[in-house]
């Protein structure tokens, strides 16, 4: 069977992610330190909320996770204990501990799913899982970021649907679906890196398959088009006529000018720190 008959013609370049931590303070995302808890505990989390706040904006984060974590036990069961729980994830991300705040969020998530910053806490979620692909290594080494593990990105991903399907008109699904878009095209771009691994280790059939998972996942993505050819070649070095005249039909007919059939597969650049 020809898997790539109905394979359509690709949209737009990926969008490209700046080098600027988006600013995501969750500190007007609910009442605030306006909210009232319950009876004597009023004044007392109030006071630490305000303390909290401050120690956030001027970037104290390790003080500000002190004061968040006496305000969610003091205000227990009111807005104020889930926007205590939505600052101190912020703040643990800020503090590079990802895995607190992805489990911070997954808790307020549960416990609160009729809160009114739901969105909120799942675009959270997805900026704290998209930024650990964007992390500092990359920008250094120049390690592309399909090269790398790709399950934060996948979680990623995960978060931001959730919140464009729930809230498709929050004011953080915009850009939402801008970094989904982004991911999709690195999860693409990490299927192509693994097939071009194998071609250039003349492990044509696990470059084929790998090649062809790319094509069957993402074909709106730019990898499609490489794709096609290093299946097509791969199926050449195989002697399967068939399946390699398939490949290079497909190709030609959504990439008619395409510059794989004559310069081959492409060689990644060699990051600083590589020596061979």
Same mark, same amino acid.
């Given at each position: ?38 009876? *004597? *505990? ?19 984060? *390790? ?110 699904? *915009? ?102």
């Amino acid at each position: 069977m020809n898997v790539f008959k109905d394979t359509k013609p690709l949209a737009g370049r990926p969008w490209r992610a700046t080098g600027a931590v988006v600013a995501v303070l969750a500190l007007s995302v609910l009442a605030g330190c306006s909210s009232t808890p319950k009876d *004597d *505990d009023r004044s007392s989390g109030e006071k630490l909320c305000a303390d909290a706040r401050d120690d956030l904006a001027s970037g104290s984060y *390790d003080l500000a996770v002190k004061q968040l974590e006496r305000v969610e036990g003091r205000a227990a069961g009111t807005l104020l204990a889930q926007q205590a729980m939505l600052d101190l994830a912020y703040a643990k991300w800020r503090l590079n501990e990802r895995v607190e705040a992805i489990t911070t969020l997954d808790r307020f998530i549960k416990l609160h799913p009729s809160s009114p910053a739901l969105d909120y806490a799942l675009y959270l979620k997805g900026v704290v899982n998209f930024n650990e692909t964007m992390g500092f290594l990359s920008n250094v080494s120049r390690q592309d970021l399909s090269e790398r593990d790709q399950q934060a990105s996948r979680d990623s991903y995960q978060a931001f649907e959730q919140l464009v399907q729930a809230f498709p008109e929050s004011k953080y699904s *915009d850009d939402a679906r801008a970094r989904m878009g982004y991911i999709v095209n690195s999860l693409a771009e990490y299927e192509l890196h693994v097939a071009r691994y194998y071609f250039r280790r003349q492990a044509f059939l696990a470059a084929a398959n790998r090649a062809q998972l790319a094509v069957r996942e993402y074909p709106q993505t730019p990898a499609v088009e490489e794709a096609l050819y290093i299946m097509a070649a791969s199926y050449d070095k195989l002697g399967l006529e068939q399946l390699r005249a398939d490949a290079e039909r497909v190709l030609i007919k959504n990439y008619p000018n395409t510059r794989y059939i004559k310069n081959g597969v492409r060689v990644p650049e060699r990051a600083w720190w590589q020596f061979w």
